[in-house]
């Protein structure tokens, strides 16, 4: 059912007739602001867990008895459950009752008010696989890549693997990921149907890894799914791994050109009690979120130190990164750099919510619920959290911030608490239910000073909910307070208020305060926007010095300073009135390119002589001709003035034996180690080849010629390696294109790429290390490049995307 009906925020409830019209009065001059838009009735049936909390004995009490329950009660509109695209909200939802327990998908149309929903064939699977008791972790989260218009599902996980359950029950169904073909997403509601997703080999709809096939060290053992997009339309997915107080968040990139994931990109790491210093392992109880055009990350720590006066978490901890994509530049709240993983959370700890208490008893200290964190346009830094002190039985609840510019955090008291905090523009807002119904307080961000805006006071009461908020509008889906384990779900729209500049322009691309090598092309992006007119052109501007303009959306340039420095970037938009806006000036870095610093990346390690991988496999170390598989990936971690060499499939770092000599070890320590003998030095040669040199004597890194993998005194060809970026390993047979043609290719000074079939494409230029050193966008089917500095000699892969997303590559060969 739709409601188009508006009603307005109502702050006083009365029947006395001065009263009333104070109500009225208000609700004249709000309607500018808050304003509820419309309802939707998703669905009558909703799973819900309408019966008791059990243990893990608890039978089957049959389909007619109420769902009973491990954790608790909720599993739809619970979750990463909501997203939208373009005009599209989807929800994912499991439908009741306790007999069907289906994954459920429902896109709703705004603009036409149609809804389609797609039934997936897998069923909620329980607690621990025991389908009679409901798993509360184990939600449905939803991702849709802007850039390709895929879809994706991931779902109904808690950590299971090959004893998780102890019966093996669940080894071949330990992760459960669905997608889509590409622009599925916008397909009309007739077909817009289970067959639009990608079936596996047995033809289901669920893989057991981001990339199809079965990868069960990288994606077994893996709780809370979530979605999140950066800036560039980037889809990023994250999980947690292990379990509450020996965890880690590791997260993934989606390129929408090549339909594939990257690698996982560890934040923290697993039985941090390895590394020196620290005492005790832990796991962590927040969110990785992108806003303010930065990956930041803010959560809670789980210590595995029993004793102290925390019953379960304990302190506030948040970081971000001025890398698009989360691989390098994190910093803490201070601007203090440190590289991932990050084994030290006190680091990063901002302030501990059981010092407003005066509870000292072990295991008195409660922080576990009403926890978040959200951070405005502005970049102000704001944090809830509540304590409850039981040796003494006192609650409070906290409101943390950091108002932009600022040094420190601000903690207040005087705060009335809530579940969760949001933010739009350069406001905070808190969103809720108070007797059911739905309210909203908002702040200027920066500020403790929140106002009720919106109070629901008639009309349907609900259990629960989950907030999304895009474009200055607040979809909230809700599950109605029903009764059974089939109950309503229903959408809310609700329009903030936020009024936006009509004529505005904003940097899209770099980040603010991101940092490039000097060498590589960085593209600067802009949206300008004018609701009274348009757009003739954007001009970017350098240190105030005009760089460049472009005149058609999307508006983008080249920029590719040759100085080390740091530089301001400003874009000036100008209508077709010649009236102009500036947007806000953003800092980009630029540094002398390292190298020898392979930290932040994974790569494959290809032998200069035998063209071989190095793989591990157990304890060994051998070479291998394939460079297919996750084993023969390595990953370079500072470790003092040295550096481990990690593996990143079941074991840990190289170590140079010495009895017997020679023999390289892969050993199960965990990066950073500063053992001697599991320390290397990097060194870089002329041709772009590398030595790793042991840090106990001249020794290297050695493919013999019998063979085997060892480090040996010899310094001929076999002690160089060719360094690959794993997310580039790209077979001969995908490169050869007859649409791409390169020449000359070897190249030397300049080179010509030919583009047949193409109307526009974007040319995107990599080196070896994965590092895109050029990017261009054109219209023509010939491009002339000049080297110009930027190309050394090496190998280099050239991708070129078109408008339909299609992709083409090859290699080039720099003299």
């Known amino acids: 059912m739709l409601y188009n009906e508006k009603k307005y925020l109502v702050n006083i409830v009365s029947y006395k007739p001065v009263q009333i019209f104070i109500i009225l009065l208000y609700t004249f001059i709000s309607q500018a602001q808050v304003v509820?838009?419309?309802?939707?009735?998703?669905?009558?049936?909703?799973?819900?867990?309408?019966?008791?909390?059990?243990?893990?004995?608890?039978?089957?009490?049959?389909?007619?008895?109420?769902?009973?329950?491990?954790?608790?009660?909720?599993?739809?509109?619970?979750?990463?459950?909501?997203?939208?695209?373009?005009?599209?909200?989807?929800?994912?939802?499991?439908?009741?009752?306790?007999?069907?327990?289906?994954?459920?998908?429902?896109?709703?149309?705004?603009?036409?008010?149609?809804?389609?929903?797609?039934?997936?064939?897998?069923r909620h699977t329980g607690y621990q696989n025991k389908w009679w008791i409901g798993e509360s972790h184990n939600t449905i989260a939803i991702g849709v890549s802007p850039l390709n218009g895929t879809i994706h599902l991931l779902?109904?996980?808690?950590?299971?693997?090959?004893?998780?359950?102890s019966d093996g029950s669940l080894s071949d169904d330990y992760f459960r990921y669905s997608y889509s073909i590409a622009n599925a997403a916008a397909l009309p509601d007739v077909d817009f149907t289970l067959d639009k997703f990608v079936q596996n080999t047995s033809g289901g709809y669920k893989h057991l890894s981001l990339n199809g096939g079965v990868d069960y060290n990288n994606f077994s053992a893996l709780t809370y799914p979530k979605f999140f997009l950066n800036n560039s339309g980037d889809l990023f997915m994250y999980m947690r791994e292990?379990?509450?107080?020996?965890?880690?968040?590791?997260?993934?990139?989606?390129?929408?050109?090549?339909?594939?994931?990257?690698?996982?990109?560890?934040?923290?790491?697993?039985?941090?009690?390895?590394?020196?210093?620290?005492?005790?392992?832990?796991?962590?109880?927040?969110?990785?979120?992108?806003?303010?055009?930065?990956?930041?990350?803010?959560?809670?720590?789980?210590?595995?130190?029993?004793?102290?006066?925390?019953?379960?978490?304990?302190?506030?901890?948040?970081?971000?990164?001025?890398?698009?994509?989360?691989?390098?530049?994190?910093?803490?709240?201070?601007?203090?750099?440190?590289?991932?993983?990050?084994?030290?959370?006190?680091f990063i700890k901002v302030m501990e919510p059981g010092d407003y208490v005066q509870g000292t008893n072990a295991n008195s200290i409660n922080i576990v619920q009403d926890f978040d964190w959200t951070v405005t346009e502005n970049g102000d830094v704001h944090i809830i959290s509540r304590v409850k002190d039981n040796q003494y039985n006192i609650t409070k609840y906290l409101h943390t911030y950091k108002p932009a510019g600022a040094t420190d955090f601000i903690t207040s008291e005087d705060f009335?608490?809530?579940?969760?905090?949001?933010?739009?523009?350069?406001?905070?807002?808190?969103?809720?239910?108070?007797?059911?119904?739905?309210?909203?307080?908002?702040?200027?961000?920066?500020?403790?000073?929140?106002?009720?805006?919106?109070?629901?006071?008639?009309?349907?009461?609900?259990?629960?909910?989950?907030?999304?908020?895009?474009?200055?509008?607040?979809?909230?889906?809700?599950?109605?307070?029903?009764?059974?384990?089939?109950?309503?779900?229903?959408?809310?729209?609700?329009?903030?208020?936020?009024?936006?500049?009509?004529?505005?322009?904003?940097?899209?691309?770099?980040?603010?305060?991101?940092?490039f090598d000097i060498g590589e092309t960085v593209q600067i992006s802009a949206n300008a926007t004018d609701e009274n007119g348009s757009i003739s052109k954007v001009e970017f501007r350098v240190n105030g010095v005009s760089l460049d303009e472009d005149t058609t959306s999307p508006y983008t340039v080249n920029w590719a300073p040759e100085t080390e420095g740091?530089?301001?970037?400003?874009?000036?938009?100008?209508?077709?009135?010649?009236?102009?806006?500036?947007?806000?000036?953003?800092?980009?870095?630029?540094?002398?390119?390292?190298?020898?610093?392979?930290?932040?990346?994974?790569?494959?390690?290809?032998?200069?002589?035998?063209?071989?991988?190095?793989?591990?496999?157990?304890?060994?170390?051998?070479?291998?001709?394939?460079?297919?598989?996750?084993?023969?990936?390595?990953?370079?971690?500072?470790?003092?003035?040295?550096?481990?060499?990690?593996?990143?499939?079941?074991?840990?770092?190289?170590?140079?034996?010495?009895?017997?000599?020679?023999d390289i070890i892969n050993t199960a320590f965990s990066a950073p180690r500063e053992d001697s003998d599991k320390q290397w030095t990097i060194i870089y040669e002329n041709d772009g080849a590398y030595r790793f040199k042991t840090r106990n004597g001249n020794r290297y890194l050695y493919h013999n010629a019998n063979g085997i993998i060892e480090h040996s005194e010899n310094t001929d060809d076999r002690s160089k390696w060719i360094i690959e970026a794993a997310t580039l390993n790209i077979d001969d047979k995908v490169l050869k294109s007859s649409s791409l043609k390169v020449y000359p290719n070897p190249a030397r000074n300049k080179f010509i790429l030919v583009l047949s079939g193409f109307n526009s494409a974007t040319v995107t230029i990599y080196d070896i290390l994965g590092?895109?050193?050029?990017?261009?966008?054109?219209?023509?089917?010939?491009?002339?490049?000049?080297?110009?500095?930027?190309?050394?000699?090496?190998?280099?892969?050239?991708?070129?995307?078109?408008?339909?997303?299609?992709i083409n590559r090859t290699k080039l060969v720099v003299k």
């Open 36 to 122: 509820f838009e419309n309802e939707i009735k998703i669905t009558d049936l909703g799973l819900h867990f309408d019966g008791s909390q059990v243990t893990t004995s608890a039978t089957n009490t049959g389909d007619a008895a109420p769902y009973d329950f491990y954790f608790g009660r909720n599993i739809s509109a619970h979750g990463d459950c909501i997203t939208t695209y373009n005009e599209y909200v989807f929800m994912t939802w499991y439908r009741g009752g306790k007999a069907d327990r289906h994954v459920m998908l429902t896109r709703y149309n705004t603009n036409t008010g149609t809804m389609a929903t797609i039934e997936f064939p897998h």
């Open 155 to 165: 779902y109904d996980m808690h950590s299971y693997d090959n004893s998780r359950p």
């Open 242 to 346: 292990g379990g509450n107080n020996n965890g880690a968040y590791k997260f993934s990139k989606y390129n929408a050109s090549t339909s594939t994931w990257s690698s996982f990109t560890h934040f923290n790491v697993l039985n941090a009690k390895n590394q020196p210093g620290i005492t005790y392992n832990w796991g962590l109880y927040g969110d990785i979120k992108y806003v303010n055009g930065k990956m930041r990350i803010g959560f809670q720590r789980r210590s595995q130190d029993n004793n102290d006066k925390y019953i379960y978490q304990n302190g506030v901890y948040y970081a971000y990164s001025d890398d698009q994509n989360g691989f390098t530049g994190w910093k803490n709240h201070q601007g203090q750099s440190f590289s991932l993983p990050l084994y030290d959370a006190d």
């Open 416 to 515: 009335s608490g809530a579940e969760a905090i949001y933010t739009a523009g350069d406001d905070i807002f808190i969103i809720g239910l108070t007797g059911g119904r739905v309210y909203v307080e908002k702040a200027q961000g920066g500020t403790n000073n929140f106002t009720r805006v919106y109070q629901a006071i008639s009309g349907k009461t609900f259990d629960h909910g989950q907030v999304y908020i895009a474009n200055g509008k607040l979809y909230y889906y809700l599950m109605e307070n029903s009764s059974g384990n089939a109950q309503p779900l229903y959408l809310q729209v609700i329009d903030l208020g936020i009024v936006l500049e009509p004529f505005r322009v904003t940097i899209t691309s770099p980040s603010n305060d991101e940092t």
């Open 566 to 662: 740091t530089y301001t970037v400003q874009a000036i938009a100008y209508n077709t009135s010649n009236k102009t806006v500036s947007s806000p000036a953003i800092t980009v870095h630029f540094q002398v390119n390292d190298p020898t610093d392979l930290t932040g990346s994974i790569y494959r390690l290809k032998n200069f002589v035998t063209e071989q991988y190095l793989d591990s496999e157990g304890a060994d170390v051998v070479a291998s001709v394939s460079s297919n598989g996750t084993d023969k990936e390595w990953e370079f971690v500072k470790a003092g003035d040295y550096y481990n060499i990690e593996s990143k499939t079941d074991r840990g770092i190289l170590r140079a034996a010495g009895n017997p000599v020679g």
């Open 771 to 806: 590092k895109p050193v050029y990017k261009s966008s054109t219209n023509s089917n010939r491009l002339e490049i000049e080297n110009q500095g930027r190309f050394k000699k090496g190998v280099y892969f050239i991708e070129v995307l078109d408008v339909y997303q299609r």
